[in-house]
């Protein structure tokens, strides 16, 4: 093993991904979803209502709202019930506020979007209360514990979902391009050995997942404990080593860029199946198991949710690790393989 020519190659291959076209549009779109899930979590921003009034008697109501909440409420008034509750079918408004000439309230919400549905529920009940003079009773105390941000829950599942898809459909298609264009043969001709290739090819596809998982944790803001934050880096280090596997395996066994393409994507799907449905039933975690994605996702989920320890999460790690054995091993040996076949 010579160091200079695997830095020399995996710097090749990593300077090539940067500026291959469908790599980068691949990798844009997991850090697209990243900043959405920053921008959606700002406590910093409230969420910001339009809210329709209408009734012979809705004035003294639009006063009301207009002085409660100025910077979180735009209030309009709507001539008839008929007109305000198409201006919601249309998403011009959030809610409809109907008040009777004996005074009576009725209000109309917009359940088209689930995000926003529960907090605009509170805030109208709070409001209309507030008016009537009324207080608001809960029917039990409630005592939010461990309360997350949205993208706390939701980076896990997009990290694995970019980890599976540069691991595995980016890179088998630029090896198998490779192949196709008689790249490879050229780098076989120099003094590199077959394990300093393969090695090069794994650490630049590893790299890669790396960059872009790191990229998204500070795009979110992620703040780790100490023994989360290696847990997490220990989960990508091994899944970015076992998907890499799985895209070389693919890479080397196509012989054309669209058929490692198919290949992959028909792979693609299974593999993100544990970080989608494994939650479901009993059963789908028995599938899920058999799958190095279960074992990233579910390890994820306890850094990034729970600042799980190193403890907590040690059969995820084992887990990864055999599969990262097991998987760089197959593609070294199918590598040397392929060059038989060649020779």
């Known amino acids: 093993?010579?160091?200079?020519?695997?830095?020399?190659?995996?710097?090749?291959?990593?300077?090539?991904?940067?500026?291959?076209?469908?790599?980068?549009?691949?990798?844009?779109?997991?850090?697209?979803?990243?900043?959405?899930?920053?921008?959606?979590?700002?406590?910093?921003?409230?969420?910001?209502?339009?809210?329709?009034?209408?009734?012979?008697?809705?004035?003294?109501?639009?006063?009301?709202?207009?002085?409660?909440?100025?910077?979180?409420?735009?209030?309009?008034?709507?001539?008839?019930?008929?007109?305000?509750?198409?201006?919601?079918?249309?998403?011009?408004?959030?809610?409809?506020?109907?008040?009777?000439?004996?005074?009576?309230?009725?209000?109309?919400?917009?359940?088209?979007?689930?995000?926003?549905?529960?907090?605009?529920?509170?805030?109208?009940?709070?409001?209309?209360?507030?008016?009537?003079?009324?207080?608001?009773?809960?029917?039990?105390?409630?005592?939010?514990?461990?309360?997350?941000?949205?993208?706390?829950?939701?980076?896990?599942?997009?990290?694995?979902?970019?980890?599976?898809?540069?691991?595995?459909?980016?890179?088998?298609?630029?090896?198998?391009?490779?192949?196709?264009?008689?790249?490879?043969?050229?780098?076989?001709?120099?003094?590199?050995?077959?394990?300093?290739?393969?090695?090069?090819?794994?650490?630049?596809?590893t790299l890669l997942v790396m960059l872009i998982s790191l990229i998204m944790l500070v795009l979110n803001r992620v703040q780790l404990s100490q023994q989360a934050a290696i847990g997490c880096g220990l989960l990508l280090l091994l899944g970015a080593i076992s998907f890499t596997a799985i895209g070389l395996l693919i890479g080397l066994f196509t012989k054309t860029q669209s058929a490692a393409r198919a290949i992959s994507t028909i792979v693609y799907f299974p593999l993100i199946f544990p970080a989608l449905a494994a939650d479901i039933s009993e059963t789908t975690q028995y599938i899920a198991a058999i799958l190095p994605s279960f074992y990233l996702y579910r390890g994820l989920k306890g850094t990034l949710q729970h600042q799980a320890s190193l403890s907590a999460i040690r059969a995820d790690i084992l887990g990864l690790t055999l599969f990262a054995v097991i998987l760089a091993s197959a593609s070294f040996l199918g590598y040397r393989r392929v060059l038989r076949q060649d020779r």
């Open 1 to 205: 093993m010579d160091l200079r020519r695997i830095c020399a190659i995996t710097h090749k291959d990593f300077v090539e991904a940067l500026r291959n076209k469908t790599i980068l549009i691949a990798v844009f779109l997991p850090l697209a979803a990243s900043l959405f899930l920053a921008v959606i979590d700002s406590p910093q921003q409230p969420q910001f209502f339009h809210i329709g009034i209408t009734g012979p008697e809705s004035s003294q109501l639009q006063t009301f709202l207009t002085s409660a909440a100025p910077d979180t409420l735009a209030v309009y008034r709507y001539p008839d019930i008929t007109e305000g509750k198409e201006a919601i079918t249309a998403g011009q408004i959030d809610a409809l506020i109907l008040v009777t000439a004996a005074g009576d309230l009725t209000a109309y919400l917009d359940g088209s979007n689930p995000l926003t549905y529960l907090a605009l529920k509170d805030m109208v009940e709070t409001l209309l209360a507030a008016y009537k003079g009324q207080a608001l009773k809960p029917v039990v105390d409630l005592v939010v514990v461990n309360q997350g941000k949205a993208s706390a829950s939701l980076l896990p599942l997009w990290l694995t979902i970019t980890a599976v898809m540069i691991g595995v459909m980016v890179l088998s298609g630029s090896f198998a391009e490779e192949k196709e264009k008689g790249t490879l043969d050229n780098i076989r001709i120099s003094p590199a050995t077959d394990g300093e290739i393969l090695l090069s090819k794994g650490i630049s596809g």
